[in-house]
């Protein structure tokens, strides 16, 4: 069996990268990825709602310039008191 924890992502950088967010479903997506990223473009795709309607998931796809950069969106994203997870 392979252990994908000892496994390193081989990306070709830039490339386009995909976090799918968690979210309370009170909170403005726009806002919360505008304190994160602020004008970096980027697109915001809804994706489900949770069954009891408390939690919203997104797509967000944006430019990573190389591993460094596509690890500090993701720390900042999980770091954002409105995001629930990054799955």
Do not use: F, Q
């Amino acid at each position: 069996m392979i252990d994908l924890s000892k496994e390193t992502l081989k990306l070709n950088y830039p490339c386009n990268w995909i976090y799918k967010l968690v979210c309370h479903h009170d909170k403005d997506i726009k806002e919360i990825i505008k304190d994160v990223i602020e004008d970096r473009e980027h697109s915001v795709k809804p994706s489900k709602v949770s069954s009891k309607g408390k939690y919203k998931s997104y797509a967000l796809e944006l430019l990573v310039h190389n591993e460094d950069d596509r690890k500090e969106l993701y720390r900042l994203l999980s770091d954002h008191e409105h995001i629930k997870m990054i799955v």
